[in-house]
Protein backbone atom coordinates (compact mmCIF):
# COMPACT_ATOMS: atom_id res chain seq x y z
CA UNK A 1 0.00 0.00 0.00
CA UNK A 2 1.38 3.59 -0.93
CA UNK A 3 1.70 6.02 1.56
CA UNK A 4 -0.63 8.51 0.23
CA UNK A 5 -3.53 6.02 0.42
CA UNK A 6 -2.46 5.80 4.46
CA UNK A 7 -3.56 9.57 4.60
CA UNK A 8 -1.31 11.35 6.00
CA UNK A 9 -2.34 10.70 9.98
CA UNK A 10 1.51 9.32 9.83
CA UNK A 11 2.89 12.22 10.05
CA UNK A 12 1.20 13.26 13.46
CA UNK A 13 2.92 10.36 14.72
CA UNK A 14 6.26 12.30 16.11
CA UNK A 15 4.40 15.07 17.76
CA UNK A 16 1.68 13.00 19.37
CA UNK A 17 4.63 10.88 21.10
CA UNK A 18 6.01 14.34 21.92
CA UNK A 19 3.05 15.70 23.75
CA UNK A 20 2.82 11.99 25.14
CA UNK A 21 6.43 12.61 26.66
CA UNK A 22 6.41 15.98 27.44
CA UNK A 23 3.11 16.70 28.85
CA UNK A 24 0.60 13.22 29.46
CA UNK A 25 3.40 11.68 31.28
CA UNK A 26 4.52 14.48 33.56
CA UNK A 27 0.78 15.23 34.29
CA UNK A 28 0.08 11.21 34.83
CA UNK A 29 2.70 10.86 37.28
CA UNK A 30 1.94 14.00 39.04
CA UNK A 31 -1.46 13.17 39.22
CA UNK A 32 -0.59 9.91 41.24
CA UNK A 33 1.54 11.55 43.22
CA UNK A 34 -0.63 13.89 44.36
CA UNK A 35 -2.60 11.26 45.75
CA UNK A 36 -0.03 10.09 47.74
CA UNK A 37 2.06 11.01 50.99
CA UNK A 38 5.48 10.99 49.53
CA UNK A 39 8.55 13.15 51.36
CA UNK A 40 10.35 12.72 47.97
CA UNK A 41 12.21 9.94 49.34
CA UNK A 42 11.53 6.34 49.69
CA UNK A 43 7.79 4.65 48.54
CA UNK A 44 5.08 6.94 48.28
CA UNK A 45 1.89 6.10 50.66
CA UNK A 46 -1.41 6.22 49.03
CA UNK A 47 -4.10 8.71 50.40
CA UNK A 48 -6.46 9.25 48.31
CA UNK A 49 -8.06 12.67 47.25
CA UNK A 50 -6.57 13.58 51.51
CA UNK A 51 -4.17 16.35 49.39
CA UNK A 52 -6.87 17.98 47.81
CA UNK A 53 -9.20 17.85 50.76
CA UNK A 54 -6.16 19.46 52.42
CA UNK A 55 -6.14 22.34 50.10
CA UNK A 56 -9.35 22.96 50.07
CA UNK A 57 -8.89 23.37 54.17
CA UNK A 58 -5.85 25.42 53.79
CA UNK A 59 -5.88 29.08 54.39
CA UNK A 60 -2.45 29.45 52.56
CA UNK A 61 -3.60 28.02 49.57
CA UNK A 62 -6.54 30.26 48.96
CA UNK A 63 -4.13 33.02 49.96
CA UNK A 64 -2.25 32.13 47.00
CA UNK A 65 -5.44 31.98 45.20
CA UNK A 66 -6.25 35.15 46.14
CA UNK A 67 -2.66 36.72 45.61
CA UNK A 68 -2.97 35.12 41.88
CA UNK A 69 -6.00 36.85 41.16
CA UNK A 70 -4.30 40.29 42.14
CA UNK A 71 -1.65 39.22 39.55
CA UNK A 72 -4.17 38.89 36.90
CA UNK A 73 -4.81 42.27 37.42
CA UNK A 74 -1.31 43.29 37.42
CA UNK A 75 -0.31 40.92 34.18
CA UNK A 76 -2.79 40.82 32.06
CA UNK A 77 -6.06 43.83 32.98
CA UNK A 78 -3.82 46.77 33.26
CA UNK A 79 -1.13 46.01 30.65
CA UNK A 80 -3.70 44.71 28.29
CA UNK A 81 -5.32 48.31 28.49
CA UNK A 82 -2.31 50.11 28.66
CA UNK A 83 -1.10 48.72 25.77
CA UNK A 84 -4.22 49.38 23.10
CA UNK A 85 -4.24 52.51 24.78
CA UNK A 86 -0.12 52.97 23.60
CA UNK A 87 -0.25 51.14 20.37
CA UNK A 88 -3.29 53.39 19.09
CA UNK A 89 -1.27 56.26 19.92
CA UNK A 90 2.01 55.62 18.61
CA UNK A 91 0.52 54.32 15.24
CA UNK A 92 -2.08 57.49 14.86
CA UNK A 93 0.08 60.24 16.67
CA UNK A 94 3.41 58.99 16.59
CA UNK A 95 4.33 57.31 13.40
CA UNK A 96 2.69 60.11 11.25
CA UNK A 97 4.57 63.10 13.68
CA UNK A 98 7.88 61.67 14.83
CA UNK A 99 8.39 58.95 12.35
CA UNK A 100 8.36 55.03 11.85
CA UNK A 101 12.14 55.04 13.38
CA UNK A 102 11.78 56.93 16.37
CA UNK A 103 8.30 54.71 17.16
CA UNK A 104 10.37 51.81 16.62
CA UNK A 105 12.92 53.01 19.09
CA UNK A 106 10.07 53.78 21.53
CA UNK A 107 8.49 50.37 21.27
CA UNK A 108 11.84 48.27 21.33
CA UNK A 109 12.30 50.36 24.88
CA UNK A 110 9.14 49.26 25.61
CA UNK A 111 9.31 45.96 25.15
CA UNK A 112 13.02 45.46 26.83
CA UNK A 113 11.77 44.17 30.02
CA UNK A 114 10.25 41.19 28.10
CA UNK A 115 13.62 39.87 27.12
CA UNK A 116 15.54 40.81 30.29
CA UNK A 117 16.81 37.21 32.47
CA UNK A 118 13.61 37.23 35.08
CA UNK A 119 16.94 36.82 37.58
CA UNK A 120 18.57 40.24 36.47
CA UNK A 121 15.57 42.87 36.65
CA UNK A 122 14.32 41.06 39.82
CA UNK A 123 17.58 41.54 41.73
CA UNK A 124 17.64 45.57 40.09
CA UNK A 125 14.74 45.63 41.55
CA UNK A 126 15.01 44.57 45.06
CA UNK A 127 17.85 47.06 44.63
CA UNK A 128 16.03 50.15 43.60
CA UNK A 129 13.38 49.06 46.76
CA UNK A 130 15.64 48.23 49.29
CA UNK A 131 14.78 49.92 52.23
CA UNK A 132 18.51 51.08 53.31
CA UNK A 133 20.18 52.03 49.79
CA UNK A 134 17.32 52.06 47.32
CA UNK A 135 16.92 54.65 44.51
CA UNK A 136 13.28 55.66 45.04
CA UNK A 137 13.67 55.63 49.21
CA UNK A 138 16.74 58.13 47.67
CA UNK A 139 14.68 60.02 45.60
CA UNK A 140 11.41 60.42 48.03
CA UNK A 141 14.19 61.64 50.56
CA UNK A 142 15.78 64.19 48.16
CA UNK A 143 12.63 65.96 47.04
CA UNK A 144 11.60 66.61 50.96
CA UNK A 145 9.27 63.32 51.15
CA UNK A 146 11.03 61.60 53.64
CA UNK A 147 7.74 60.57 54.83
CA UNK A 148 7.13 58.39 51.97
CA UNK A 149 9.86 56.22 52.41
CA UNK A 150 9.31 52.76 53.05
CA UNK A 151 9.95 48.94 52.97
CA UNK A 152 8.15 48.40 50.51
CA UNK A 153 9.16 44.63 49.96
CA UNK A 154 8.97 43.87 53.50
CA UNK A 155 6.01 45.53 54.84
CA UNK A 156 2.73 43.12 54.21
CA UNK A 157 0.70 45.98 53.31
CA UNK A 158 2.79 47.58 50.36
CA UNK A 159 4.71 44.17 49.14
CA UNK A 160 1.50 42.45 46.91
CA UNK A 161 1.32 46.26 45.45
CA UNK A 162 4.84 46.65 45.00
CA UNK A 163 5.67 43.35 42.95
CA UNK A 164 1.92 43.99 40.68
CA UNK A 165 3.53 47.57 39.99
CA UNK A 166 7.04 45.22 38.50
CA UNK A 167 4.84 43.45 37.14
CA UNK A 168 2.92 45.56 35.02
CA UNK A 169 6.56 47.31 34.47
CA UNK A 170 7.32 43.73 32.73
CA UNK A 171 4.37 43.18 30.55
CA UNK A 172 3.44 46.45 29.06
CA UNK A 173 5.61 45.43 25.99
CA UNK A 174 4.15 42.40 25.35
CA UNK A 175 0.17 43.97 24.07
CA UNK A 176 1.91 46.96 22.59
CA UNK A 177 4.50 44.91 20.38
CA UNK A 178 1.53 42.64 19.49
CA UNK A 179 -1.50 45.26 19.01
CA UNK A 180 0.67 47.41 16.76
CA UNK A 181 1.47 44.59 14.52
CA UNK A 182 -2.84 44.26 14.32
CA UNK A 183 -2.85 47.62 13.52
CA UNK A 184 -1.40 47.39 10.58
CA UNK A 185 -3.46 44.39 9.17
CA UNK A 186 -6.55 47.51 8.93
CA UNK A 187 -7.45 48.61 6.10
CA UNK A 188 -6.93 52.41 6.31
CA UNK A 189 -9.93 53.17 4.19
CA UNK A 190 -12.03 51.71 6.93
CA UNK A 191 -10.70 54.71 9.41
CA UNK A 192 -10.79 57.46 6.77
CA UNK A 193 -14.61 56.22 5.98
CA UNK A 194 -15.56 56.22 9.78
CA UNK A 195 -13.44 60.44 9.71
CA UNK A 196 -15.74 61.56 7.04
CA UNK A 197 -18.94 60.45 8.40
CA UNK A 198 -17.59 62.36 11.49
CA UNK A 199 -16.16 59.83 13.93
CA UNK A 200 -14.04 61.64 16.30
CA UNK A 201 -10.40 59.61 17.61
CA UNK A 202 -12.65 57.49 20.63
CA UNK A 203 -15.46 56.42 18.02
CA UNK A 204 -12.52 55.04 15.44
CA UNK A 205 -10.17 53.65 18.48
CA UNK A 206 -13.99 51.85 19.39
CA UNK A 207 -13.52 50.35 15.38
CA UNK A 208 -10.00 49.61 15.74
CA UNK A 209 -10.30 47.60 19.10
CA UNK A 210 -13.51 45.67 17.07
CA UNK A 211 -11.35 44.52 14.51
CA UNK A 212 -8.16 43.67 16.65
CA UNK A 213 -9.97 42.08 19.04
CA UNK A 214 -8.95 38.22 17.79
CA UNK A 215 -5.30 39.76 19.25
CA UNK A 216 -6.39 40.94 22.39
CA UNK A 217 -8.20 37.64 23.20
CA UNK A 218 -4.83 35.53 22.23
CA UNK A 219 -2.97 38.70 24.85
CA UNK A 220 -5.28 38.07 27.31
CA UNK A 221 -5.18 33.69 27.24
CA UNK A 222 -1.34 33.93 27.05
CA UNK A 223 -1.13 36.83 29.87
CA UNK A 224 -3.67 34.82 32.03
CA UNK A 225 -1.66 31.88 32.13
CA UNK A 226 1.61 33.38 32.41
CA UNK A 227 0.06 35.09 35.17
CA UNK A 228 -1.22 32.01 36.97
CA UNK A 229 2.26 30.12 36.51
CA UNK A 230 4.28 33.27 37.96
CA UNK A 231 7.15 32.25 39.90
CA UNK A 232 10.77 33.77 39.28
CA UNK A 233 9.53 37.26 39.81
CA UNK A 234 8.26 36.00 43.45
CA UNK A 235 11.66 34.15 44.08
CA UNK A 236 13.52 36.50 43.33
CA UNK A 237 11.90 39.30 44.72
CA UNK A 238 10.36 38.43 48.08
CA UNK A 239 10.02 34.83 48.24
CA UNK A 240 6.30 34.59 49.03
CA UNK A 241 6.72 37.31 51.97
CA UNK A 242 6.26 38.97 54.03
CA UNK A 243 4.27 36.01 55.83
CA UNK A 244 2.19 34.94 52.72
CA UNK A 245 1.56 38.21 51.18
CA UNK A 246 3.09 38.03 48.08
CA UNK A 247 2.85 34.16 47.80
CA UNK A 248 1.26 32.38 44.46
CA UNK A 249 0.12 28.99 44.03
CA UNK A 250 2.81 28.02 41.99
CA UNK A 251 5.86 29.45 44.98
CA UNK A 252 3.45 27.56 47.33
CA UNK A 253 3.81 24.16 45.11
CA UNK A 254 7.39 24.74 45.10
CA UNK A 255 7.96 25.35 49.04
CA UNK A 256 6.17 22.07 49.51
CA UNK A 257 7.97 19.94 47.09
CA UNK A 258 11.58 21.47 47.80
CA UNK A 259 11.57 22.86 51.34
CA UNK A 260 9.00 21.07 53.24
CA UNK A 261 8.82 17.82 51.36
CA UNK A 262 5.48 17.52 51.14
CA UNK A 263 5.51 16.15 47.49
CA UNK A 264 2.27 14.73 47.90
CA UNK A 265 0.53 18.03 48.61
CA UNK A 266 2.67 20.14 46.73
CA UNK A 267 1.99 18.02 43.27
CA UNK A 268 -2.01 18.41 44.48
CA UNK A 269 -1.34 22.19 44.22
CA UNK A 270 0.11 22.18 40.98
CA UNK A 271 -2.69 19.75 39.22
CA UNK A 272 -5.70 22.23 40.85
CA UNK A 273 -3.33 24.96 38.55
CA UNK A 274 -2.91 22.95 35.63
CA UNK A 275 -7.05 21.83 35.41
CA UNK A 276 -7.81 25.96 35.98
CA UNK A 277 -5.14 26.87 33.13
CA UNK A 278 -6.66 24.03 31.05
CA UNK A 279 -10.64 25.30 31.90
CA UNK A 280 -9.84 28.95 30.97
CA UNK A 281 -7.90 27.54 27.68
CA UNK A 282 -11.03 25.78 26.81
CA UNK A 283 -12.94 28.78 27.41
CA UNK A 284 -10.88 31.19 25.55
CA UNK A 285 -10.64 29.05 22.71
CA UNK A 286 -14.61 28.37 22.94
CA UNK A 287 -15.22 32.53 22.59
CA UNK A 288 -13.04 32.92 20.09
CA UNK A 289 -14.45 30.25 18.38
CA UNK A 290 -18.23 31.61 18.90
CA UNK A 291 -17.24 35.45 17.72
CA UNK A 292 -14.93 34.61 15.16
CA UNK A 293 -15.52 30.63 13.68
CA UNK A 294 -13.72 27.65 13.66
CA UNK A 295 -10.83 27.70 11.17
CA UNK A 296 -9.87 30.95 11.29
CA UNK A 297 -7.57 30.86 13.48
Given at each position: ?53 R ?14 I ?64 G ?10 L ?49 Q ?58 Y ?17 I ?25
Amino acid sequence: MRLKDKGYGIFLVPGFMLLLLVVFLPFSMNLYISCTKWSGVGIPQWVGIANYVRAVQDSVFWASFRNNILMIFAVTVLPTFIGLLLSVFLFDYGIPHFGQRTVSFIRGGIYLPQILPVAIAGIVWGWILNPNYGALNRILQSIGLSSFAHNWLGDPATALPSVMAIMVWFQIGYPLVIFMSALQRIDPQILEAAQIDGAGWFRRFLISVYIIRPEILVVVLTTTIYALKLFAQIYVLTRGGPGTATIVPSYFAYQNFFEKANVGYGAAVSTIMTLIIFLLTAVFIKIQMSHEGIGEY
